[in-house]
Protein backbone atom coordinates (compact mmCIF):
# COMPACT_ATOMS: atom_id res chain seq x y z
CA UNK A 1 0.00 0.00 0.00
CA UNK A 2 1.00 3.47 -0.74
CA UNK A 3 2.01 6.02 1.95
CA UNK A 4 -0.85 8.51 0.77
CA UNK A 5 -3.16 5.20 0.99
CA UNK A 6 -1.93 4.21 4.94
CA UNK A 7 -2.18 8.00 5.72
CA UNK A 8 -5.54 7.53 4.53
CA UNK A 9 -6.90 4.65 5.93
CA UNK A 10 -4.76 5.87 9.25
CA UNK A 11 -7.16 8.69 9.29
CA UNK A 12 -10.17 6.15 9.26
CA UNK A 13 -8.73 4.83 12.45
CA UNK A 14 -10.71 6.19 15.76
CA UNK A 15 -8.00 5.73 18.47
CA UNK A 16 -9.70 8.16 20.87
CA UNK A 17 -12.80 4.74 20.85
CA UNK A 18 -9.68 2.35 20.88
CA UNK A 19 -8.47 3.49 24.16
CA UNK A 20 -11.94 3.55 25.91
CA UNK A 21 -11.25 -0.24 25.83
CA UNK A 22 -8.07 -0.18 27.71
CA UNK A 23 -8.48 1.12 31.54
CA UNK A 24 -4.79 1.49 32.01
CA UNK A 25 -4.31 4.08 29.43
CA UNK A 26 -6.33 6.89 31.60
CA UNK A 27 -3.38 6.82 34.48
CA UNK A 28 -1.10 9.32 35.34
CA UNK A 29 2.41 9.22 36.25
CA UNK A 30 5.39 10.51 36.88
CA UNK A 31 4.83 14.31 38.18
CA UNK A 32 1.26 13.98 37.78
CA UNK A 33 1.52 13.63 33.84
CA UNK A 34 -0.77 11.49 31.39
CA UNK A 35 0.60 8.09 31.07
CA UNK A 36 2.41 7.51 27.58
CA UNK A 37 2.85 3.82 27.12
CA UNK A 38 5.43 3.34 24.63
CA UNK A 39 6.86 0.12 26.02
CA UNK A 40 4.26 -2.25 23.86
CA UNK A 41 7.08 -4.63 22.94
CA UNK A 42 8.00 -5.56 26.19
CA UNK A 43 3.98 -6.25 26.99
CA UNK A 44 0.70 -4.68 25.52
CA UNK A 45 -1.59 -3.67 27.65
CA UNK A 46 -5.26 -5.59 27.95
CA UNK A 47 -8.73 -4.25 26.90
CA UNK A 48 -12.05 -4.61 28.91
CA UNK A 49 -13.09 -7.87 26.64
CA UNK A 50 -9.90 -9.41 28.35
CA UNK A 51 -10.05 -8.57 31.65
CA UNK A 52 -13.73 -9.19 31.63
CA UNK A 53 -13.27 -12.80 30.36
CA UNK A 54 -10.92 -13.39 33.05
CA UNK A 55 -12.79 -12.43 35.45
CA UNK A 56 -16.11 -14.11 34.49
CA UNK A 57 -14.51 -17.30 34.63
CA UNK A 58 -13.45 -16.96 38.00
CA UNK A 59 -16.69 -15.54 39.14
CA UNK A 60 -19.02 -17.94 36.81
CA UNK A 61 -17.38 -21.56 36.24
CA UNK A 62 -13.79 -21.64 37.71
CA UNK A 63 -12.77 -25.64 37.62
CA UNK A 64 -10.48 -27.93 36.25
CA UNK A 65 -10.12 -28.80 32.87
CA UNK A 66 -10.68 -31.87 31.27
CA UNK A 67 -10.83 -33.84 34.48
CA UNK A 68 -13.96 -33.40 36.02
CA UNK A 69 -17.57 -34.67 35.08
CA UNK A 70 -19.63 -31.96 36.84
CA UNK A 71 -21.16 -28.83 35.41
CA UNK A 72 -17.76 -26.28 36.12
CA UNK A 73 -15.26 -28.29 34.91
CA UNK A 74 -17.27 -29.26 31.69
CA UNK A 75 -17.97 -25.38 31.12
CA UNK A 76 -14.23 -24.39 31.79
CA UNK A 77 -13.28 -26.98 29.50
CA UNK A 78 -14.98 -26.03 26.50
CA UNK A 79 -13.87 -22.68 27.10
CA UNK A 80 -10.23 -23.59 27.59
CA UNK A 81 -10.81 -25.41 23.78
CA UNK A 82 -12.29 -22.73 22.17
CA UNK A 83 -9.44 -20.89 23.19
CA UNK A 84 -7.03 -22.92 21.19
CA UNK A 85 -9.50 -22.82 18.29
CA UNK A 86 -9.39 -19.22 18.21
CA UNK A 87 -5.22 -19.72 18.07
CA UNK A 88 -5.75 -22.04 15.47
CA UNK A 89 -7.55 -19.84 13.43
CA UNK A 90 -5.51 -16.65 13.97
CA UNK A 91 -2.77 -18.36 12.78
CA UNK A 92 -4.63 -20.57 10.42
CA UNK A 93 -3.03 -23.92 11.72
CA UNK A 94 -4.26 -26.24 9.59
CA UNK A 95 -5.43 -28.71 12.83
CA UNK A 96 -6.20 -27.56 16.52
CA UNK A 97 -4.06 -30.06 17.84
CA UNK A 98 -1.24 -28.82 16.55
CA UNK A 99 -1.34 -25.64 18.77
CA UNK A 100 0.16 -25.89 21.80
CA UNK A 101 -0.43 -24.00 24.89
CA UNK A 102 2.86 -23.06 26.66
CA UNK A 103 4.14 -20.74 28.67
CA UNK A 104 5.34 -18.17 26.15
CA UNK A 105 7.64 -17.72 23.09
CA UNK A 106 10.47 -19.10 25.41
CA UNK A 107 8.50 -21.91 26.45
CA UNK A 108 7.79 -23.09 23.34
CA UNK A 109 11.36 -22.46 21.75
CA UNK A 110 12.81 -24.45 24.92
CA UNK A 111 10.27 -27.64 23.93
CA UNK A 112 11.47 -27.58 20.51
CA UNK A 113 15.26 -27.43 21.73
CA UNK A 114 14.54 -30.16 24.48
CA UNK A 115 12.06 -32.36 22.30
CA UNK A 116 12.98 -32.03 18.54
CA UNK A 117 16.58 -30.37 19.42
CA UNK A 118 17.21 -33.96 21.29
CA UNK A 119 15.30 -36.76 19.45
CA UNK A 120 15.86 -35.27 15.76
CA UNK A 121 19.42 -33.51 15.78
CA UNK A 122 23.09 -34.85 16.15
CA UNK A 123 26.32 -34.15 17.01
CA UNK A 124 27.80 -32.33 14.08
CA UNK A 125 24.43 -30.97 12.81
CA UNK A 126 24.18 -26.86 12.32
CA UNK A 127 21.40 -24.89 13.53
CA UNK A 128 21.24 -21.62 12.04
CA UNK A 129 20.93 -18.32 14.25
CA UNK A 130 20.98 -14.44 13.30
CA UNK A 131 22.67 -11.84 15.09
CA UNK A 132 19.24 -9.99 15.87
CA UNK A 133 18.11 -12.89 18.04
CA UNK A 134 16.54 -12.43 21.51
CA UNK A 135 18.16 -14.61 24.15
CA UNK A 136 15.78 -16.59 24.55
CA UNK A 137 16.22 -17.87 20.57
CA UNK A 138 19.77 -18.46 21.40
CA UNK A 139 20.12 -20.05 25.34
CA UNK A 140 18.32 -23.39 24.32
CA UNK A 141 20.32 -23.78 21.53
CA UNK A 142 23.47 -23.61 23.39
CA UNK A 143 21.94 -26.09 26.40
CA UNK A 144 21.71 -27.79 23.55
CA UNK A 145 25.07 -28.15 22.30
CA UNK A 146 25.96 -29.15 25.80
CA UNK A 147 23.95 -31.98 25.34
CA UNK A 148 24.18 -33.20 21.56
CA UNK A 149 27.07 -31.32 20.40
CA UNK A 150 25.38 -29.44 17.77
CA UNK A 151 27.13 -26.55 16.07
CA UNK A 152 25.36 -23.02 16.38
CA UNK A 153 26.12 -20.87 13.45
CA UNK A 154 24.91 -17.20 13.65
CA UNK A 155 24.39 -15.20 10.93
CA UNK A 156 25.10 -11.78 9.78
CA UNK A 157 22.91 -8.87 8.99
CA UNK A 158 22.64 -6.62 6.79
CA UNK A 159 23.04 -2.94 7.18
CA UNK A 160 19.30 -2.30 7.82
CA UNK A 161 19.28 -4.80 10.38
CA UNK A 162 17.44 -7.76 8.22
CA UNK A 163 19.09 -10.90 7.38
CA UNK A 164 21.65 -11.42 4.89
CA UNK A 165 20.21 -13.69 2.57
CA UNK A 166 22.69 -14.43 0.76
CA UNK A 167 24.81 -15.40 3.62
CA UNK A 168 21.85 -17.78 4.73
CA UNK A 169 21.82 -19.38 1.40
CA UNK A 170 25.52 -19.96 1.24
CA UNK A 171 25.23 -21.80 4.71
CA UNK A 172 22.19 -23.87 3.88
CA UNK A 173 24.17 -24.93 0.52
CA UNK A 174 26.72 -26.40 3.06
CA UNK A 175 24.75 -29.19 3.55
CA UNK A 176 24.62 -29.49 7.70
CA UNK A 177 22.18 -27.07 8.33
CA UNK A 178 19.27 -28.91 9.92
CA UNK A 179 17.48 -26.42 11.64
CA UNK A 180 16.79 -22.89 11.28
CA UNK A 181 15.41 -20.78 14.18
CA UNK A 182 15.13 -17.01 13.51
CA UNK A 183 12.85 -14.49 14.57
CA UNK A 184 9.72 -13.27 12.50
CA UNK A 185 10.53 -9.88 13.59
CA UNK A 186 13.41 -8.39 16.09
CA UNK A 187 12.17 -7.30 18.88
CA UNK A 188 14.77 -4.37 19.29
CA UNK A 189 14.88 -2.84 15.89
CA UNK A 190 11.46 -3.80 14.92
CA UNK A 191 12.93 -5.03 11.53
CA UNK A 192 10.62 -7.82 9.75
CA UNK A 193 12.42 -10.63 7.82
CA UNK A 194 11.30 -12.00 4.68
CA UNK A 195 9.87 -15.61 6.59
CA UNK A 196 8.28 -17.34 3.44
CA UNK A 197 11.77 -16.72 1.58
CA UNK A 198 13.66 -17.84 4.59
CA UNK A 199 11.02 -21.01 5.18
CA UNK A 200 11.65 -21.86 1.36
CA UNK A 201 15.10 -21.45 1.19
CA UNK A 202 15.62 -23.67 4.42
CA UNK A 203 12.98 -26.68 2.75
CA UNK A 204 14.86 -26.28 -0.40
CA UNK A 205 18.22 -27.16 1.44
CA UNK A 206 16.49 -30.27 3.32
CA UNK A 207 16.33 -27.77 6.91
CA UNK A 208 13.53 -27.07 8.98
CA UNK A 209 12.82 -23.91 10.47
CA UNK A 210 11.56 -22.23 13.20
CA UNK A 211 10.05 -18.91 14.08
CA UNK A 212 10.18 -16.91 16.70
CA UNK A 213 6.87 -14.58 15.79
CA UNK A 214 6.52 -12.81 19.71
CA UNK A 215 6.71 -9.56 17.97
CA UNK A 216 4.97 -10.24 14.82
CA UNK A 217 1.96 -11.99 15.60
CA UNK A 218 0.23 -8.73 16.78
CA UNK A 219 1.32 -6.64 14.06
CA UNK A 220 1.12 -8.39 10.86
CA UNK A 221 -0.85 -11.24 10.08
CA UNK A 222 0.43 -14.16 10.10
CA UNK A 223 -0.80 -17.60 8.05
CA UNK A 224 1.66 -20.46 9.03
CA UNK A 225 -0.20 -22.54 6.63
CA UNK A 226 1.50 -19.90 3.59
CA UNK A 227 4.55 -19.40 5.68
CA UNK A 228 5.33 -22.96 5.44
CA UNK A 229 6.98 -22.91 8.72
CA UNK A 230 7.58 -26.07 10.83
CA UNK A 231 7.14 -24.36 14.03
CA UNK A 232 5.92 -20.51 15.45
CA UNK A 233 6.45 -19.10 18.62
CA UNK A 234 4.21 -16.94 19.88
CA UNK A 235 3.04 -15.08 23.25
CA UNK A 236 -0.25 -13.67 24.56
CA UNK A 237 0.78 -10.87 26.65
CA UNK A 238 2.70 -9.54 23.53
CA UNK A 239 -1.11 -9.39 21.76
CA UNK A 240 -2.98 -7.65 24.26
CA UNK A 241 -3.75 -10.37 25.97
CA UNK A 242 -2.56 -12.07 29.90
CA UNK A 243 0.98 -13.25 31.08
CA UNK A 244 2.17 -17.03 31.49
CA UNK A 245 0.15 -18.19 27.98
CA UNK A 246 1.20 -18.33 25.07
CA UNK A 247 1.67 -20.89 21.59
CA UNK A 248 3.41 -23.25 19.77
CA UNK A 249 2.52 -24.12 16.14
CA UNK A 250 4.10 -27.38 15.03
CA UNK A 251 3.16 -29.25 11.85
CA UNK A 252 1.58 -32.42 12.98
CA UNK A 253 4.02 -34.89 11.81
CA UNK A 254 6.71 -33.28 13.56
CA UNK A 255 4.69 -33.02 16.89
CA UNK A 256 3.53 -36.75 16.55
CA UNK A 257 7.27 -37.42 15.88
CA UNK A 258 8.61 -35.79 18.91
CA UNK A 259 9.01 -37.65 22.50
CA UNK A 260 6.88 -35.87 25.91
CA UNK A 261 8.67 -32.16 27.03
CA UNK A 262 7.72 -32.71 30.19
CA UNK A 263 6.08 -35.70 32.38
CA UNK A 264 3.28 -35.79 34.28
CA UNK A 265 -0.58 -35.13 34.42
CA UNK A 266 -2.62 -34.55 31.11
CA UNK A 267 -0.39 -35.80 28.75
CA UNK A 268 -0.36 -39.12 29.68
CA UNK A 269 -2.47 -42.02 28.24
CA UNK A 270 -1.10 -45.29 30.47
CA UNK A 271 0.90 -45.24 33.54
CA UNK A 272 2.31 -48.29 35.31
CA UNK A 273 5.29 -48.71 37.01
CA UNK A 274 6.75 -50.50 33.85
CA UNK A 275 5.75 -47.81 31.26
CA UNK A 276 3.35 -44.79 30.45
CA UNK A 277 2.33 -44.31 27.04
CA UNK A 278 1.46 -40.64 25.65
CA UNK A 279 -1.95 -38.98 24.94
CA UNK A 280 -2.26 -37.60 21.63
CA UNK A 281 -1.53 -34.11 20.43
CA UNK A 282 -1.89 -32.01 22.20
CA UNK A 283 -2.46 -33.14 25.39
CA UNK A 284 1.42 -34.78 25.11
CA UNK A 285 2.92 -31.32 24.96
CA UNK A 286 0.62 -29.85 28.09
CA UNK A 287 1.82 -31.51 31.15
CA UNK A 288 -0.02 -30.73 34.52
CA UNK A 289 -2.76 -28.24 35.48
CA UNK A 290 -2.68 -25.70 32.80
CA UNK A 291 -3.07 -22.26 32.65
CA UNK A 292 -6.95 -21.96 32.45
CA UNK A 293 -7.93 -18.54 33.19
CA UNK A 294 -4.76 -17.13 30.86
CA UNK A 295 -5.87 -19.51 28.02
CA UNK A 296 -9.27 -18.33 28.36
CA UNK A 297 -7.94 -14.79 28.27
CA UNK A 298 -5.47 -15.47 25.34
CA UNK A 299 -8.64 -16.67 23.17
CA UNK A 300 -10.12 -13.14 24.46
CA UNK A 301 -7.53 -11.39 22.97
CA UNK A 302 -7.53 -13.38 19.65
CA UNK A 303 -11.69 -12.07 19.67
CA UNK A 304 -10.47 -8.55 20.27
CA UNK A 305 -7.62 -8.41 17.61
CA UNK A 306 -10.14 -9.82 14.56
CA UNK A 307 -12.95 -7.53 16.17
CA UNK A 308 -10.93 -4.67 14.76
CA UNK A 309 -9.84 -3.06 12.04
CA UNK A 310 -6.22 -4.88 11.44
CA UNK A 311 -5.35 -2.78 7.83
CA UNK A 312 -6.50 0.50 9.46
CA UNK A 313 -4.88 -0.35 12.96
CA UNK A 314 -1.43 -1.56 10.87
CA UNK A 315 -1.48 1.95 9.28
CA UNK A 316 -2.11 3.94 12.04
CA UNK A 317 1.35 2.10 13.68
CA UNK A 318 2.74 2.82 10.29
CA UNK A 319 1.62 6.75 10.78
CA UNK A 320 2.76 6.79 14.36
CA UNK A 321 6.00 5.44 13.49
CA UNK A 322 7.00 7.22 10.92
CA UNK A 323 6.18 10.43 13.22
CA UNK A 324 8.57 9.39 15.31
CA UNK A 325 11.15 8.90 12.96
CA UNK A 326 10.88 12.09 11.02
CA UNK A 327 10.61 13.88 14.76
CA UNK A 328 13.90 11.86 15.71
CA UNK A 329 15.61 13.24 12.77
CA UNK A 330 14.83 16.95 13.46
CA UNK A 331 16.05 17.16 16.84
CA UNK A 332 19.07 15.93 15.66
CA UNK A 333 22.06 14.17 17.13
CA UNK A 334 20.36 10.70 17.82
CA UNK A 335 21.17 7.15 16.59
CA UNK A 336 18.58 5.09 15.29
CA UNK A 337 18.80 1.36 14.88
CA UNK A 338 17.33 -0.44 12.01
CA UNK A 339 16.61 0.61 8.93
CA UNK A 340 14.46 -2.20 6.60
CA UNK A 341 11.62 -1.53 4.36
CA UNK A 342 9.23 -3.44 6.38
CA UNK A 343 9.32 -2.57 10.10
CA UNK A 344 7.01 -2.75 13.51
CA UNK A 345 6.23 0.75 15.68
CA UNK A 346 9.52 -0.19 17.27
CA UNK A 347 12.65 2.47 17.25
CA UNK A 348 15.33 1.41 18.93
CA UNK A 349 17.73 4.74 19.43
CA UNK A 350 20.06 6.37 21.73
CA UNK A 351 20.55 10.17 22.71
CA UNK A 352 24.56 10.65 21.02
CA UNK A 353 26.14 11.37 24.50
CA UNK A 354 23.41 10.42 26.65
CA UNK A 355 22.90 7.33 28.15
CA UNK A 356 20.11 5.52 27.28
CA UNK A 357 19.44 4.39 30.93
CA UNK A 358 18.82 8.43 31.75
CA UNK A 359 17.47 8.90 29.07
CA UNK A 360 14.24 6.34 30.13
CA UNK A 361 14.52 7.63 33.44
CA UNK A 362 14.46 10.82 32.64
CA UNK A 363 11.21 11.06 30.28
CA UNK A 364 9.20 8.78 32.52
CA UNK A 365 8.94 12.00 34.85
CA UNK A 366 7.09 13.55 31.38
CA UNK A 367 4.69 10.20 31.87
CA UNK A 368 6.56 8.48 29.15
CA UNK A 369 7.70 4.97 29.42
CA UNK A 370 10.03 3.79 26.60
CA UNK A 371 12.14 0.78 27.37
CA UNK A 372 15.96 0.82 28.01
CA UNK A 373 18.88 -1.81 28.15
CA UNK A 374 20.47 -4.26 25.42
CA UNK A 375 16.83 -5.96 25.14
CA UNK A 376 17.73 -9.44 25.50
CA UNK A 377 19.77 -9.03 22.70
CA UNK A 378 23.43 -8.61 23.64
CA UNK A 379 24.58 -10.13 20.55
CA UNK A 380 22.83 -7.40 18.22
CA UNK A 381 23.96 -4.65 20.20
CA UNK A 382 27.23 -6.03 20.03
CA UNK A 383 26.66 -5.99 16.28
CA UNK A 384 26.19 -2.66 16.23
CA UNK A 385 28.80 -1.14 18.73
CA UNK A 386 26.58 -0.31 21.77
CA UNK A 387 25.91 -1.67 25.25
CA UNK A 388 22.52 -0.59 24.73
CA UNK A 389 19.65 1.50 23.55
CA UNK A 390 16.40 3.31 24.66
CA UNK A 391 13.36 1.82 22.49
CA UNK A 392 10.10 2.76 22.04
CA UNK A 393 7.48 0.50 20.64
CA UNK A 394 4.42 1.92 19.75
CA UNK A 395 0.81 0.40 18.68
CA UNK A 396 -2.52 1.23 17.68
CA UNK A 397 -3.58 2.71 20.79
CA UNK A 398 -1.25 5.31 20.49
CA UNK A 399 -1.81 8.76 19.36
CA UNK A 400 -0.11 11.63 17.57
CA UNK A 401 -0.30 13.56 20.86
CA UNK A 402 1.91 11.13 22.76
CA UNK A 403 4.07 11.04 19.97
CA UNK A 404 4.80 14.83 20.58
CA UNK A 405 4.86 14.73 24.00
CA UNK A 406 7.36 11.88 23.67
CA UNK A 407 9.75 14.16 21.21
CA UNK A 408 9.43 17.22 23.33
CA UNK A 409 10.57 14.73 26.55
CA UNK A 410 13.78 13.70 24.72
CA UNK A 411 14.14 17.36 23.64
CA UNK A 412 14.16 18.55 27.34
CA UNK A 413 16.49 15.92 27.96
CA UNK A 414 18.49 17.34 25.40
CA UNK A 415 18.68 20.78 26.88
CA UNK A 416 19.77 19.21 30.43
CA UNK A 417 22.69 17.59 28.89
CA UNK A 418 23.41 20.31 26.67
Known amino acids: MADSAFKAVAANWDVASIREEFPILSRRVGKDKPLVYFDNAASKQKPHLVLDAMEDIHCRYYANVHRGAHTLSAEATDAFEAARRKVQGFINAKHEHEVIFTRGTTDSINLVAASYGKSALKAGDVVLLSQSEHHSNIVPWQLLREQVAIHIVPLPLLADGRIDLDAYESELKKGRVKLVAVGHASNALGVVNDAAKLAKLAHQYGAKILLDGCQAAAHLDVDVQALDVDFYAFSAHKMYGPTGIGALYGKEALLNAMPPYQGGGEMIDRVTFEKTTWAALPAKFEAGTPAITEAIGFGAAVDFLESIDRE ?89 EEVDTFLAALAKVKGIFA
Open 312 to 400: AAHAHENALRARVIQGLEALGGVAVYGSAPQMLPVISFNLIGIHHNDVASMIDNEGVAVRSGHHCAQPLMDWFGITGSARASLCFYNTE
